[in-house]
């Protein structure tokens, strides 16, 4: 953990709780996920609960208790992306990669998440491949993507 970097951040603000989130992307971004240690740390020192950061950590899809691998897909279920095919989609990723939601693949390359909304509702089904958003998706659209990576 880089407690430097992390007070460095917490000083930018005036009030420590709002540095939680900056804090969160930080960490998330340096270690690819919140450690237990982090928590514990950021409880401390912005005087919030330790099950409160959990609750960020846990709502929010991009930040993971677990190491992600390379590339992170998340998979939209929201209900416009439902009903344009999510299913189709996420069973192309699941025969593409080898893997179920919730899981990553062996080489250390990709994790498969299903997330509640990514906000692209205009462009069902949806998905985003680390910060990239990619939508009106197709199973053929989906394998050419996964080969780009």
Same mark, same amino acid.
């Given at each position: 953990?880089?407690?430097?970097?992390?007070?460095?951040?917490?000083?930018?603000?005036?009030?420590?709780?709002?540095?939680?989130?900056?804090?969160?992307h930080?960490?998330?971004e340096?270690?690819?996920?919140? !450690?237990?240690?982090?928590?514990?740390?950021?409880?401390?020192k912005l005087?919030?609960p330790?099950?409160?950061?959990?609750?960020?950590? !846990?709502f929010?899809s991009?930040?993971?208790?677990?190491?992600?691998?390379?590339?992170?897909?998340?998979?939209?279920?929201?209900l416009?992306?439902?009903?344009? &095919?999510?299913?189709?989609?996420?069973?192309?990723?699941?025969?593409?990669?080898?893997?179920?939601?919730?899981?990553?693949?062996?080489? &250390?390359?990709?994790?498969l998440?299903?997330?509640?909304?990514? &906000?692209?509702c205009?462009?069902?089904?949806?998905?985003?491949i680390?910060?990239?958003?990619? &939508?009106?998706?197709?199973?053929?659209?989906?394998?050419e993507?996964?080969?780009?990576?």
């Open positions: 953990m880089k407690k430097e970097k992390l007070n460095q951040i917490m000083e930018k603000f005036e009030n420590k709780q709002q540095a939680l989130l900056p804090c969160l930080f960490i998330q340096e270690e690819g996920k919140i !450690s237990e240690e982090v928590m514990n740390f950021l409880a401390e005087d919030i330790r099950v409160e950061i959990y609750s960020v950590v !846990s929010y991009m930040f993971s208790l677990e190491k992600q691998n390379k590339y992170v897909i998340r998979v939209c279920a929201s416009s992306c439902y009903l344009n &095919g999510t299913n189709k989609i996420i069973e192309t990723l699941k025969e593409v990669l080898g893997i179920k939601i919730g899981e990553s693949t062996p080489d &250390g390359k990709f994790t998440e299903e997330v509640s909304c990514l &906000g692209l205009d462009q069902a089904p949806a998905m985003m680390n910060d990239r958003e990619y &939508g009106n998706l197709s199973g053929d659209k989906v394998k993507i996964i080969k780009s990576c």
